[in-house]
């Protein structure tokens, strides 16, 4: 029996060593940021172990197999064979990712987000969501009409599953610039592409600065817009400047335009270094945008069941000293520095297609007593904050050891099965 509406094929093994499952591609994010709705689906083997966080989007060694995995939520598989039954459960980060059941009957009927956000969002979330969700563009295209035959256009953006679009709607009141809309039935963009309006968020991230590989993205756009804003793309030499900035900004240049501009030597992209978390709430930004709250439940006819709490973000190889730096603000490495501790909460895999970095928060102990805290006092936004919530519930039935019981057990099955993409009110 399997359930969501995202796993196309799910088998779990008898000895409960592999999964296998079909699950979103998550290779285009990394590279340029989310900008288009994760829909595509690969298909992968998983090692169990590794089973209860959202995905590493990832391709790993582990011992002698060859494992890839990527996200998959809000779905279990349950398989009785020789009285044993076996239950896994995955929930996903963030919910821009879920496939909403029934979309375009839902935008009729109801809003996407029973969610108030009042006020000003904090300035360090907003960074933090940025460095977790969006992305600075230059985009380029053929015009006929202009001098010199190419139009730039300078835009900031985040794009989302519309089941946020309320928060979109803050973080746009909150700039005071930049439009909000439904960018299909089931995605939503913040964008801004005004040339004066655009200096509302080169000067945010001036004074609120990016700290995750991004931040070589901005200073690359920083300088183009710049560029446009003197108006020197309208001349030969300026257009150059900006193809050669644009050359290592997210994705590069496109094929029709190194054929136009095959001499133009790159800029080279601004070395990053990671200088540590600037704000609590950059944490609740960036976790709101890029992490999960993860359970993971297993059963059998010997025991009631055993549930684990795990709190996860994974990223591009090149953010590994970020991960570090988060475990490291929870203190999560203060008992030891050493490299083969941090193996322990940073796992490295390596793909020949991308490399990620895995950060895995699974200790009971720290969950409830550092990371359900901290995001009590600096609350997530947007609709991950039911998934915490649900999470929390589920923690509290571990601390008074209702997970031991028949009935506990069954009401942590209900749960994790109504929260991501069985969610239906939210």
């Known amino acids: ?195 004066q309006e655009l200096q509302v968020i080169v000067d945010h991230f001036d004074k609120y600065s990016l700290i995750s590989a991004k931040v070589s993205d901005f200073l690359l756009f920083k300088q183009c817009y710049y560029l446009i804003k003197q108006k020197q793309h309208l001349t030969q030499e300026g257009l150059k400047k900006i193809v050669a900035l644009k050359c290592n900004l997210n994705k590069g240049l496109t094929d029709s335009i190194m054929e136009t501009f095959p001499n133009i030597k790159p800029v080279a992209r601004p070395h990053y270094n990671f200088t540590g978390i600037p704000d609590p709430f950059w944490i609740s930004g960036f976790v709101s945008g890029d992490s999960s709250f993860c359970v993971s439940i297993e059963k059998s006819i010997n ?57 895995q928060i699974r200790n009971y102990s720290d969950i409830v007593n550092k990371i359900i805290p901290f995001f009590n006092e600096y609350p997530i936004l947007g609709v991950k904050r039911l998934d915490f919530s649900d999470f929390k519930k589920v923690a509290e039935l571990i601390k008074n050891k209702e997970h031991l019981t028949e009935s506990g057990f069954s009401q942590i099955i209900k749960i994790v099965e109504k929260m991501n993409l069985g969610r239906n009110n939210f």
């Open 303 to 359: 025991q009631i069941g055993r549930v684990r709490l795990i709190f996860g973000t994974c990223l591009h190889i090149r953010d590994k000293a970020l991960l570090i730096g988060i475990a490291d603000y929870f203190n999560i490495l203060e008992e030891s520095k050493q490299s083969a501790v941090k193996s322990k909460i940073i796992n490295i895999y390596d793909s020949t297609k991308r490399e990620t970095s895995l950060l």
């Open 1 to 195: 029996m399997c359930f969501g509406k995202t796993l196309n094929w799910l088998k779990l093994s008898n000895s409960g060593d592999t999964l296998k499952l079909m699950i979103p591609s998550y290779l285009r994010k990394i590279i340029s940021g989310q900008n288009n709705y994760l829909g595509m689906v690969t298909s992968h083997k998983m090692n169990e172990n590794e089973m209860g966080y959202r995905g590493s989007k990832s391709e790993f060694v582990l011992h002698t197999d060859s494992v890839k995995e990527q996200r998959v939520d809000g779905s279990y598989c349950i398989k009785a064979k020789s009285k044993q039954m076996q239950l896994r459960c995955t929930l996903m980060g963030f919910e821009r990712n879920y496939q909403v059941k029934n979309p375009t009957n839902q935008l009729n009927i109801k809003s996407f987000s029973t969610l108030s956000i009042r006020g000003n969002i904090n300035p360090w979330f907003i960074t933090g969501f940025t460095d977790a969700e969006a992305s600075f563009i230059i985009s380029m295209y053929k015009d006929d009409n202009s001098k010199l035959k190419w139009r730039v256009t300078p835009n900031f953006s985040i794009h989302i599953h519309i089941k946020d679009i309320a928060l979109l709607e803050s973080i746009r009141d909150t700039f005071g610039v930049g439009k909000v809309r439904k960018n299909s039935s089931s995605t939503a963009v913040f964008r801004v592409d005004n040339i």
